[in-house]
């Protein structure tokens, strides 16, 4: 006789206050914060991570969230079914989904594989290094659920090797601890060859910045790339080769590249000797401000300066103070520029809008004496897809001018 299977048990339900916008849920808005929902000792007492019912101030179900008592983004939203087994099934389903896309766009599988929140997959980050993916579990819910999900992935991509990066400011934010680990398969045994825009990108899988590599420049890096041939280039902030390498591959008569830290140097350096361009490359160590200074200081020029920081302004209260770096670094770039050459200036902080920050870069190239018109604006890569409720998930911003004499 077979054993009769008892019923799960009922899931948690919480439930938006009175004055909440449950209509921005309905529509696809999906973050629930702390000050929206009630948090009741019940709901207060769940484990973060843990599933649950969300439901509006009337009692109407609106889908199934996740839950962290401890984050400011205190639900996420997972699926419209209240229902929903989130289990290997389900992930296979979403990643074949991302996947799709993906494999319609690029030749190689070299590409952001997962973006979070636009890919049904919230606080999910997967990039993918042909046999190699790195996930990063940015959200509680996905630590708890890693295993399925890993399973999921090797099972729909046929990738060998997990890395789990556990590092960075969201993971903080989310109360979890930093770890590196990999999670299936062997850790590579050194930096991964990445081809892209007809250059080779070496990336550091475990010890570099992120995932090893950004992917979301790629549009601008090849746009770029249009605007190097013959030149003479500055690339600020190079990270591993970034726009340098592009440039070189487009046929830039020569590349400069700045980064303060030696080892995304040494990687540039092995990026360009893999593509054929080492006697074309230079690098130059240092902080970047203090770079562009010196070599203003030289009366160095450049037909094309690139300029890619890190986040200035990576949420509101930096705002300010992220704008007057941007302008900063546009006032000591843009004497660099020959007459007629170009400049790129590129953020990638989410909390300055695509407005303030081309007013900020603008104020900066006045400021350092020179004119300009915008010929170019970019965005990050099909592979980085927004979500058209969620202003945080369109993030990166470059902008391209070309300098009056």
Same mark, same amino acid.
């Given at each position: ?26 529509? &696809? ?123 999921? #992935? ?16 969201? @993971? ?13 398969? /062997? ?17 550091? #899988? ?34 591993? &080769? ?8 487009? &046929?830039?008569?020569?590349? #400069? ?7 995304? #140097? ?6 360009? @000797? ?21 070599? &203003? ?20 209260? /930096? ?50 004496? @020179? ?35």
């Amino acid at each position: 006789m077979e054993p009769v299977l008892s019923p799960p048990p009922p899931r948690p339900v919480v439930r938006l206050r009175p004055k909440a916008e449950a209509r921005a849920i309905r529509h &696809g808005f999906p973050w629930v914060y702390a000050d929206e929902l009630v948090l009741d000792r019940r709901t207060a007492g769940l484990a973060p991570g843990a599933l649950a019912v969300l439901e509006d101030a009337e009692r109407r179900p609106l889908g199934l969230v996740t839950v962290n008592p401890v984050s400011k983004i205190v639900a996420r939203m997972l699926d419209r079914d209240p229902e929903a087994g989130v289990d290997e099934a389900w992930f296979a389903a979403r990643l074949a989904r991302a996947l799709a896309m993906r494999a319609r766009l690029y030749a190689a599988p070299f590409y952001r594989l997962v973006h979070a929140e636009a890919d049904g997959l919230p606080g999910v980050v997967i990039d993918r290094f042909g046999e190699v993916a790195v996930v990063q579990p940015n959200a509680a819910w996905a630590e708890a659920h890693l295993g399925a999900l890993v399973a999921a #992935l090797a099972a729909v991509t046929g990738v060998t090797t997990v890395i789990k990066n556990g590092a960075g400011r969201a @993971r903080g934010l989310e109360g979890l601890p930093e770890e590196m680990a990999v999670v299936l398969g /062997a850790a590579p045994a050194g930096p991964l060859p990445v081809p892209m825009n007809g250059a080779t990108y070496m990336a550091d #899988l475990m010890g570099g910045q992120k995932t090893g590599l950004f992917y979301d420049q790629r549009e601008n890096h090849a746009f770029a790339a249009r605007l190097a041939r013959g030149a003479k280039v500055l690339d600020v902030f190079t990270h591993v &080769g970034g726009f340098a390498l592009a440039a070189l591959a487009g &046929g830039a008569a020569s590349a #400069l590249a700045v980064d303060s830290s030696a080892g995304a #140097l040494a990687l540039a350096e092995a990026g360009a @000797r893999a593509s054929g361009h080492a006697e074309r490359f230079e690098t130059r160590s240092g902080d970047a401000f203090a770079v562009l200074e010196a070599l &203003g200081t030289e009366g160095a020029r450049f037909d094309l300066v690139i300029c890619d920081p890190p986040a200035f302004a990576p949420a509101k209260p /930096a705002l300010e103070a992220g704008l007057r770096a941007y302008e900063r670094l546009a006032r000591l770039a843009a004497p660099l520029v020959s007459p007629g050459g170009y400049l790129v200036l590129c953020s990638c902080s989410h909390a300055a809008d695509l407005s303030a920050f081309r007013n900020a870069s603008a104020r900066g190239i006045g400021r350092g004496g @020179r004119r300009g018109q915008v010929i170019w604006t970019g965005f990050a890569g099909p592979d980085h897809p927004v979500l058209p409720q969620l202003a945080e998930s369109s993030y990166l911003k470059a902008l391209a001018f070309r300098l009056d004499g």
